[in-house]
C-alpha cells in the first residue's frame, strides 16, 4: 500500500544557487556611518600635515635628536644634538653642525603622501585595514629615508671634508637618496592600501 506525498514544487536551481552565493547587501546606515568616518580620518590627516607646517621647527629638532641617536652608535667620536641641529667631528679638533633645514626635512616628502593616503580613504575602494596600513608603512619609510639622508650627509663629511664630502653628501647622494625614497614610499602606499574592483551589477 502506497501513501501520496504532498507535491512540493521545485526551485529553480541556478537561481537557488545565486541567491545562496549573493552576500547581504549593506545597509544604507552602515554605508552613511563608514562614510562619516572616512570623511572623519582624512580630516584628521590633513590636520596632522598642517600642523607639520606650523610646527616644522618641533619636526625638524625631533629629526636631529634621532639622527644623534643612532648616529652614536657607529659614528667615530659620537654625535649629539642640539634643537635642529646633530653635531659630529670630522676630525680630533673639528666639530661640525648640520641644520635640518625646510629643504632637509622629511615634512616635503611626507605632506604630500599623507594628503594621497586622505584622498585614498574617501574611496570605499579602499578598505579601512589596508588603508591604514599602506599610509602608516608609506609614513615609516618617509621618516627611515631622510634619516639615512642626513646619516649619509654627514658621513660623507667626515669622510672627505668640509668641501668635497659635504657636496657629495649633500647635493648628489643625498638627492638620490630622497627621490628614491618618495618613489618607495609611493609605491609602498599604493601596493598596501590598493584598490579593490568594482563588482559587477548583478541581472
Known amino acids: 500500500m502506497t501513501t501520496a506525498l504532498p507535491a512540493v ?7 537557488r544557487h ?6 547581504p547587501r549593506p545597509r544604507p546606515r552602515s554605508r552613511a ?4 568616518a572616512r570623511i572623519v580620518f582624512a580630516a584628521a590627516l590633513v590636520g596632522a600635515i598642517v600642523w607639520m607646517l606650523l610646527h616644522a621647527d ?5 629629526e636631529a635628536h634621532l639622527a644623534a641617536w643612532w648616529m652614536d652608535l657607529w659614528m667615530p667620536r659620537g654625535v649629539t644634538a642640539f634643537e635642529d641641529t646633530y653635531m659630529l667631528w670630522i676630525s680630533e679638533n673639528h666639530l661640525v653642525g648640520f641644520q635640518v633645514t625646510a629643504e632637509c626635512t622629511a615634512i616635503i616628502l611626507l605632506a604630500p603622501l599623507l594628503a594621497l593616503g586622505a584622498v585614498m580613504m574617501l574611496s570605499t575602494r579602499v578598505s579601512w585595514f589596508r588603508g591604514v596600513a599602506g599610509i602608516a608603512a608609506s609614513a615609516a619609510v618617509m621618516l627611515l629615508v631622510n634619516q639615512l639622508r642626513l646619516a649619509l650627509i654627514g658621513w660623507s663629511t667626515q669622510q672627505g671634508g668640509l668641501d668635497a664630502g659635504y657636496e657629495i653628501g649633500h647635493r648628489f647622494a643625498g638627492s638620490v637618496v630622497g627621490i628614491a625614497g618618495f618613489a618607495a614610499g609611493l609605491i609602498v602606499l599604493i ?4 584598490v579593490r574592483r568594482r563588482r559587477p551589477a548583478r541581472p
Not at 33 to 36: H, K
Open 191 to 194: 601596493a598596501v592600501a590598493g
Open 9 to 15: 514544487s521545485a526551485q529553480p536551481q541556478g537561481r
Open 33 to 36: 556611518v563608514d562614510r562619516a
Open 58 to 62: 618641533v619636526v625638524r629638532a625631533g
Open 18 to 23: 545565486r541567491r545562496l552565493a549573493s552576500s
